[in-house]
């Protein structure tokens, strides 16, 4: 009997996904030093393309080169016109090259995930200058470790405190972020996915904690909401009908008291037309997108396969809520069994597989392969040692930091035609 997990998933626009699985964003590191697409990019991105995913999602796309998360990631270097502008031709060109590798031979939909950090940008990445402020709705500097100096300094160091965003800033980075998607429906590619999780800049507009303004932009859920429903509306109106367009989005405690908060806001962006909404976890300041693996190697229950993603709680009361809701489910699937029972459970209607992706390009053929025994349909994840020196540090994100590394060596690996290393084996 074929699994639940091979089964296509159509999505409002018109765009259909040929299975439920897949490959969630990760930082690659191989834009280079210019911020482009490069060789070994268009190489990974192949080697993905022919895995026989249901979609796949890139990693960051920085929409303001001056403003970058890491520091090697692909950028928009400048204003975009139109694709009809003969200056635009080797700006699209190289984009389409992108959107060819991963989706000329199989058809898999490639969506570019787009993303601004904000005060996430580090002192060294992006070009507006080593002691230029970052971005931010309010300025809230980041702290990535505790309350004693060194945590504080280190933290000022590489995160200068960040400057509060005027009008004239907010409409730039909304117009970089339709620029993007403009220039991304035009080079061929399936959809755009925005970066509201993680501690980036569309999720410090829309979290209390972040985000202290007293105009339009904030003092309440709906109104910490206007600046990526502005994003998405003015996309909506420059891009195709059958392009999609989704969001990633941070879970949050059912204890919480901005649980309700986080549920209205996710009312807004189903209003607003989006297409899916992937849900994840984390920040710089507290990393829980990379948890520690949730699959052993031992037998699992019932119950607890239902549980192997990270964050499978939200994802089942999003969707009591807002059944329509087309969900993606990313963190901790290692597992056939632990990813079929989310969706049979009616958690989620796709499932992001992010790290394991970086270790098997071609896990969807194993997690679809009718004639695989179940025990042998995962793919077990060790932990990434972290060195004793390193440990000492005064940061949460330290260990987050050294897997993310891991991660895109394993993706150039791979890209190269090497063998890539299970981490702890």
Not at 285 to 299: I, K, S
Request: glycine share 10%; hydrophobic share 45%; with cysteine.
């Amino acid at each position: 009997m074929p699994s639940v997990l091979s089964e296509p998933v159509k999505l409002p626009c018109g765009l259909v996904l040929p299975n439920r699985l897949a490959k969630a964003a990760l930082a690659e590191s191989l834009a280079g030093s210019q911020n482009t697409i490069t060789p070994t990019l268009l190489k990974a991105y192949e080697r993905w393309g022919q895995g026989g995913w249901g979609a796949i999602l890139t990693g960051n796309v920085q929409v303001d080169i001056n403003h970058m998360g890491q520091p090697f990631d692909p950028a928009l270097q400048g204003d975009y016109t139109d694709k009809t502008d003969p200056a635009m031709q080797p700006l699209l060109a190289s984009w389409a090259s992108y959107a060819a590798a991963i989706q000329q031979h199989h058809g898999t939909p490639a969506i570019v995930q787009l993303c601004h950090p904000g005060r996430q940008s580090a002192r060294f990445a992006g070009r507006r200058g080593v002691f230029a402020p970052t971005l931010a709705p309010s300025p809230i500097p980041l702290q990535m470790g505790g309350d004693g100096f060194l945590a504080r300094w280190i933290s000022r160091f590489l995160f200068p405190a960040p400057r509060a965003m005027d009008q004239t800033d907010i409409d730039r980075v909304v117009r970089q972020f339709v620029d993007a998607a403009r220039v991304m429906a035009d080079s061929g590619f399936s959809g755009v996915e925005l970066h509201g999780a993680h501690g980036y800049l569309i999720d410090q507009f829309l979290n209390a904690k972040t985000n202290k303004r007293t105009d339009a932009y904030g003092g309440s859920a709906e109104k910490r909401a206007k600046f990526v429903l502005d994003i998405i509306r003015a996309v909506r109106e420059v891009v195709p009908r059958e392009f999609a367009v989704g969001i990633k989005l941070n879970s949050a405690d059912h204890s919480s008291s901005t649980f309700e908060e986080t549920m209205m806001q996710i009312q807004l962006l189903v209003e607003a037309g989006v297409d899916f909404l992937e849900i994840s976890g984390g920040s710089y300041e507290n990393p829980e997108m990379m948890g520690l693996d949730a699959a052993a190697a031992t037998p699992k229950s019932e119950r607890t396969l239902a549980r192997e993603a990270f964050f499978l709680d939200f994802a089942r009361e999003t969707r009591q809520r807002f059944p329509d809701l087309v969900l993606m489910l990313t963190g901790g699937f290692r597992t056939r069994a632990g990813a079929e029972a989310a969706v049979q459970q009616n958690v989620c209607d796709i499932i992001g597989l992010g790290r394991p992706a970086a270790i098997d390009p071609d896990l969807p053929r194993l997690f679809l392969d009718e004639g695989l025994e179940e025990e042998k349909a995962r793919l077990v994840l060790g932990r990434v040692p972290v060195p004793a020196l390193v440990r000492l540090l005064p940061f949460k994100g330290v260990g987050a930091g050294l897997e993310s590394n891991y991660y895109a060596a394993q993706i150039k690996r791979f890209a190269m035609g090497l063998r890539t290393i299970i981490p702890g084996v």
